[in-house]
């Protein structure tokens, strides 16, 4: 008798296709640009700081997926670069621009039985956003990645529930991505951006998430919240306290909405991944890699050290992502 070994499947890697590289190269974004510098491609969009340089293999996904499949994944959910979300655009380029991506997804991920795409969607116009997340779906995306800082709305803002409503009709799980419209001098020298900032910004936003009671008003909305949540979970009891005692301004259960979320493996420590599934369960931890980023060398073995159960380390490596993403 054959035993056949669980899916191991990323929903964490960064991808930029090479045609939306040569349709900005050829101007058809105008608030886009791009050029290539010696440390690599350098995109800018209006009224943001230009982007770090784009390491090459952000536009080689054949080593993407070599090196996942190294390290023992079966499938690859391919998502943006969260660099190029786009959020400073004016809405009808923001459209085009998030249509363009998707569709550059979807094709580079045609035909290949271990790759999925993610879309990303212009998510400071909501309604836009959640018209582009139908379009995204019937494109094959099986899901979206957005980011944190958005011009002039906080993730607690009612103007999002369309968004969030799209995504629990279309069974569509939204990946929440810390991102920085600018990045504040504190975090710029010593790599602190990387290094605390961006967990930093994830908690924020989550926390802001939970407070709205969008979690509870949409029950079939998924949300996975990349890096592990940040410090979202640490600060779990601080999260509720904070709300006891007057100041989060909602009525809504901040407890059972922080027990809606899901969160990937993405926290480097095995530790801290084992803490991560005893505070919320094996069942709401997904695996992520960052790829092509260096955080997570070894993200399938991080998941083997963290001295889980046998059926824990099957749901967090693929179990869970089947479930939520529809792929059984």
């Known amino acids: 008798m054959t035993t056949v070994r669980p899916s191991v499947i990323d929903v964490h890697l960064h991808f930029i296709p090479a045609d939306l590289v040569s349709a900005v190269q050829r101007s058809v974004f105008p608030g886009v640009g791009a050029s290539r510098l010696e440390a690599g491609l ?44 786009g959020y400073t655009l004016a809405a009808a380029e923001a459209a085009a621009w998030t249509r363009a991506y998707n569709q550059s997804l979807a094709a580079a991920c045609a035909g290949r039985a271990d790759l999925l795409p993610l879309a990303t969607i212009p998510l400071p116009y909501p309604g836009l956003a959640a018209s582009e997340l139908e379009a995204a779906s019937k494109l094959g995306c099986r899901g979206a990645v957005v980011g944190t800082d958005l011009p002039g709305i906080d993730f607690d803002s009612p103007q999002l529930d369309p968004v969030w409503e799209a995504a629990a009709e279309l069974r569509m799980p939204i990946i929440v991505h810390p991102t920085f419209l600018s990045v504040p001098p504190r975090l710029q020298p010593r790599g602190l951006k990387n290094a605390v900032g961006r967990a930093g910004e994830a908690t924020v936003a989550l926390t802001r998430l939970v407070y709205s009671g969008a979690l509870l008003r949409h029950p079939e909305l998924s949300v996975i919240a990349a890096l592990g949540g940040g410090g979202l979970i640490p600060l779990t009891r ?39 599934v005893t505070q919320v369960g094996a069942s709401r931890v997904l695996l992520g890699s960052d790829y092509p980023f260096p955080w997570e060398p070894h993200p399938v073995d991080k998941v083997k050290q963290a001295g889980l159960a046998s059926e824990e380390a099957a749901a967090v490596l693929g179990g869970n992502a089947q479930r939520l993403f529809g792929l059984n």
């Open 42 to 85: 350098v995109f800018t969009f209006a009224d943001m700081a230009p982007c770090p340089p784009a390491q090459p293999a952000l536009l080689n996904l054949p080593q993407l997926v070599e090196r996942g499949a190294a390290e023992g994944v079966d499938l690859h959910l391919v998502g943006p670069w969260t660099d190029l979300l």
């Open 238 to 276: 601080r999260i509720i306290r904070n709300h006891e005692l007057g100041w989060s301004q909602t009525d809504s259960d901040v407890a059972a909405s922080l027990g809606r979320l899901y969160f990937d493996t993405c926290g480097i420590d095995p530790a801290y991944l084992r803490f991560l």
